[in-house]
């Protein structure tokens, strides 16, 4: 009788545990086949590889309490009660409906009272951010995933500086990874001095990588000042003269959009339950909990900006940004432009374009030709065939790496923040995106994209089905891992 070796029967129970947990956990069937090919291929490398970054979690704790932190904020701000009616919102049924279960998921409802400018210059965020934290009187807030201290950047954190020293609370939440070197830098060192509590996020560290998986990134990008004054977009803190140049894709474009009213106080509770898990770890109290201003200024403003903050990511329940874009996409009647730098769809991201486009809509892809992620161009260049031949219009930013995310929908309702058109920022990163229901902003944002698409080439099908077979064959190799990126 031939016995089995040792290491043959640990692999076999190896894979057999983990064929069971994954199967358990009911992840989308293509990421389930993923993970056992891999474990099942790679006898030791596929067990350390699941559980470095096969579970979408960032600790028990966080999943329970994160909900809890965010209701009682949510409570103290007043979001927690939707303050429109039935026929307020200028936009389709299917919109107002799919906004009530956004609400549902994430007990942040549509709200009045707001006003919402455009910014889609470096240069103007800057001085805006600038002046408007020159002019805090009570508190500063900051969460980002990249902090660069170069160019104008600098300007930045010498106002927060000036803030802190003359009493304002200010906060500075940057993620442990992308902000590595600021945070090992001699400006975190002077902005403590002068009175900013900086806090790593999501901090990674070889005992950590024990219990949560070390790749899951704070994405998001946020400002609040004074609980009356908000910025959201896609864009890091880095001067775009100065970041990444080596990198040779020219200068990322972004947008930023600077908010006033009740909208602000959505933003700060994202940032308040992030900042409470990064410092205390989650064991709060009453006493952390009021430990943030609570008290919203009440502003009416003469064009009543309907906005919806949505946060994801594996602190939440569901993906619920995920469920919102495939969703709205299938709820367009006349147009959906998508403007994203990552672009790595799955099937049910492309069944909603494509069905769009046959339908007669008038779908549009605005891409930056060139991006600083190799793996990501060529799974995201394997589904160009598939979009093109059912009219999709795919087009590619020339000038620079275009790093806007932003969708728009029948020129009602727009989608802006930090979620990319990939797995990654559907279900692994912390982001945060801004639902706008509101016609002049959409055509102020459906101007900037016609800016960028004046600045691209289309490309066509003819032309990108006589690409090489070396170029084909790495695409669809690379778009095997597409659930993974």
């Given at each position: 009788?031939?016995?089995?070796?040792?290491?043959?029967?640990?692999?076999?129970?190896?894979?057999?545990?983990?064929?069971?947990?994954i199967?358990?956990?009911?992840?989308?069937?293509?990421?389930?086949?993923?993970?056992?090919?891999?474990?099942?291929a790679?006898?030791?490398?596929?067990?350390?590889?699941?559980?470095?970054?096969?579970?979408?979690?960032?600790?028990?704790?966080?999943?329970?309490?994160?909900?809890?932190?965010?209701?009682?904020?949510?409570?103290?701000?007043?979001?927690?009660?939707?303050?429109?009616?039935?026929?307020q919102?200028?936009?389709?049924?299917?919109?107002?409906?799919?906004?009530?279960?956004?609400?549902?998921?994430?007990?942040?409802?549509?709200?009045?009272?707001?006003?919402?400018?455009?910014?889609?210059?470096?240069?103007?965020?800057?001085?805006?951010?600038?002046?408007?934290?020159?002019?805090?009187?009570?508190?500063?807030?900051?969460?980002?995933?990249?902090?660069?201290?170069?160019?104008?950047?600098?300007?930045?954190?010498?106002?927060?500086?000036?803030?802190?020293?003359?009493?304002?609370?200010?906060?500075?939440?940057?993620d442990?990874?992308g902000?590595?070197?600021?945070?090992?830098?001699?400006?975190?060192?002077?902005?403590?001095?002068?009175?900013?509590?900086?806090?790593?996020?999501?901090?990674?560290?070889?005992?950590?990588?024990?219990?949560?998986?070390?790749?899951l990134?704070?994405?998001?990008?946020?400002?609040?000042?004074?609980?009356?004054?908000?910025?959201?977009?896609?864009?890091?803190?880095?001067?775009?003269?100065?970041?990444?140049?080596?990198?040779?894709?020219?200068?990322?474009?972004?947008?930023?959009?600077?908010?006033?009213g009740?909208?602000?106080?959505?933003?700060?509770v994202?940032?308040n339950?992030?900042?409470?898990f990064?410092?205390?770890?989650?064991?709060?109290?009453?006493?952390?909990?009021?430990?943030?201003?609570?008290?919203?200024?009440s502003?009416?403003?003469?064009r009543?900006?309907?906005?919806?903050?949505?946060?994801?990511?594996?602190?939440?329940r569901?993906?619920?940004?995920?469920?919102v874009?495939?969703?709205?996409?299938?709820?367009?009647?006349?147009?959906?432009?998508?403007?994203?730098?990552?672009?790595?769809?799955?099937?049910?991201?492309?069944?909603?374009?494509?069905?769009?486009?046959?339908?007669?809509?008038?779908?549009?892809?605005?891409?930056?030709?060139?991006?600083?992620s190799?793996?990501?161009?060529?799974?995201?260049?394997?589904?160009?065939?598939?979009?093109?031949?059912a009219?999709?219009?795919?087009?590619?930013?020339?000038?620079?790496?275009?790093?806007?995310?932003?969708?728009?929908?029948?020129?009602?309702?727009?989608?802006?923040?930090?979620?990319?058109?990939d797995?990654?920022?559907?279900?692994?990163?912390?982001?945060?995106?801004?639902?706008?229901?509101?016609?002049?902003?959409?055509?102020?944002?459906?101007?900037?994209?016609?800016?960028y698409?004046?600045?691209?080439?289309?490309?066509?099908?003819?032309?990108?089905?006589?690409r090489?077979?070396?170029?084909?064959?790495?695409?669809?190799?690379?778009?095997?891992?597409?659930?993974?990126?």
């Amino acid at each position: 009788m031939t016995s089995i070796p040792f290491t043959v029967l640990l692999h076999v129970l190896a894979v057999l545990f983990l064929g069971f947990r994954i199967l358990y956990r009911r992840l989308a069937v293509n990421t389930t086949l993923a993970w056992l090919i891999i474990i099942a291929a790679l006898p030791i490398g596929g067990i350390v590889f699941y559980f470095l970054f096969g579970d979408h979690r960032l600790g028990r704790k966080r999943l329970k309490l994160g909900e809890r932190i965010r209701n009682y904020y949510q409570n103290a701000y007043d979001i927690s009660a939707c303050d429109i009616t039935h026929g307020q919102m200028t936009v389709s049924p299917f919109f107002e409906d799919l906004s009530r279960v956004v609400a549902h998921e994430t007990g942040f409802h549509p709200t009045m009272g707001n006003k919402i400018r455009l910014f889609d210059e470096a240069g103007h965020v800057f001085t805006s951010l600038i002046a408007d934290i020159d002019k805090a009187q009570q508190s500063c807030f900051l969460e980002f995933y990249i902090v660069e201290a170069k160019g104008r950047v600098v300007q930045v954190l010498e106002a927060l500086e000036r803030a802190a020293k003359r009493g304002v609370q200010c906060r500075f939440l940057a993620d442990d990874v992308g902000s590595r070197i600021f945070l090992k830098s001699q400006w975190r060192k002077r902005l403590e001095e002068a009175g900013v509590e900086v806090v790593r996020s999501l901090e990674v560290g070889i005992i950590k990588s024990l219990s949560k998986r070390t790749d899951l990134r704070n994405h998001r990008k946020l400002v609040i000042i004074d609980l009356s004054i908000g910025y959201i977009g896609s864009s890091n803190l880095v001067d775009p003269v100065e970041f990444k140049k080596e990198a040779d894709v020219g200068q990322w474009v972004d947008i930023m959009a600077r908010l006033e009213g009740h909208i602000v106080s959505s933003l700060a509770v994202v940032f308040n339950t992030d900042f409470i898990f990064d410092k205390v770890g989650g064991d709060y109290s009453q006493e952390t909990l009021q430990k943030f201003p609570s008290e919203t200024p009440s502003k009416e403003f003469e064009r009543d900006a309907v906005l919806q903050l949505i946060p994801s990511g594996p602190e939440m329940r569901t993906s619920p940004i995920y469920e919102v874009v495939v969703a709205a996409l299938f709820g367009a009647r006349k147009s959906i432009t998508v403007v994203t730098p990552y672009f790595v769809p799955d099937e049910a991201l492309v069944l909603a374009l494509t069905n769009a486009a046959r339908r007669g809509i008038n779908v549009m892809l605005v891409l930056p030709k060139r991006i600083d992620s190799i793996m990501a161009r060529h799974a995201s260049e394997a589904v160009y065939d598939e979009l093109l031949e059912a009219g999709v219009i795919i087009t590619r930013y020339q000038s620079g790496l275009l790093h806007t995310k932003a969708i728009l929908i029948d020129e009602d309702v727009s989608f802006i923040g930090t979620v990319n058109m990939d797995m990654r920022s559907f279900y692994l990163n912390l982001e945060v995106t801004l639902a706008i229901y509101d016609k002049a902003f959409n055509l102020r944002l459906r101007d900037t994209v016609n800016h960028y698409v004046a600045r691209a080439e289309p490309l066509e099908l003819e032309r990108w089905k006589a690409r090489s077979k070396l170029k084909r064959f790495k695409e669809n190799v690379l778009r095997l891992a597409a659930p993974l990126l």
